[in-house]
C-alpha cells in the first residue's frame, strides 16, 4: 500500500463519519419495533388483562431513553436525511417522535 492510500485509510478510519452512519442506522433500527408498538399499538396481540396504559408508558419510556442517542449534531442530521428519505410512514413518525423528545425540529 502506497503512502497517499495508507493516509487516506486512516483518515477515514478516525472520521466521524466512517463510524457515525452505520452506528445510527443500528440505533434506528433498535428504536424502531418500540415505535411499532407505540404508532400501531393494536398491530401485537396481548393477552387478556395486560394493562395497556402501563404498557404504552413502558414502552414511551424505551423511546425517550433511546431517543438520546441521536442528541448530537451528527444524530440531528441522521434523522434529518433518514427522514427525506424514509418511505415508511412509521419510521417518519418515529423521527418525529424522536425529535420531539430531543426538544429538536426538523
Keep these: 500500500m ?3 492510500n495508507l493516509i487516506a485509510a486512516s483518515l477515514l478510519a478516525f472520521s466521524p463519519l466512517a463510524w457515525s452512519s452505520p452506528d445510527f442506522d443500528a440505533q434506528f433500527e433498535e428504536i ?3 415505535c411499532e408498538q407505540h404508532f400501531l399499538p393494536n398491530s401485537m396481540a396481548q393477552l387478556p388483562g395486560t394493562d395497556r ?3 404504552a408508558k413502558k414502552i414511551n419510556k424505551q423511546i ?10 451528527e444524530g440531528f442530521e441522521y ?3 433518514r427522514s427525506g428519505e424514509e418511505q415508511d ?12 423528545n430531543l426538544g429538536k425540529s426538523q
Excluded: D, Q, W, Y
Aim: hydrophobic residues 45%; glycine residues 2%.
Design 89 to 100: 410512514n412509521v419510521a417518519k413518525a418515529c423521527i418525529s417522535l424522536i425529535l420531539k
Design 2 to 4: 502506497n503512502t497517499v
Design 32 to 34: 424502531m419495533p418500540f
Design 53 to 55: 396504559e402501563a404498557r
Design 79 to 81: 434523522l434529518k436525511a
Design 64 to 73: 425517550l431513553k433511546r431517543s438520546r442517542l441521536f442528541g448530537s449534531n
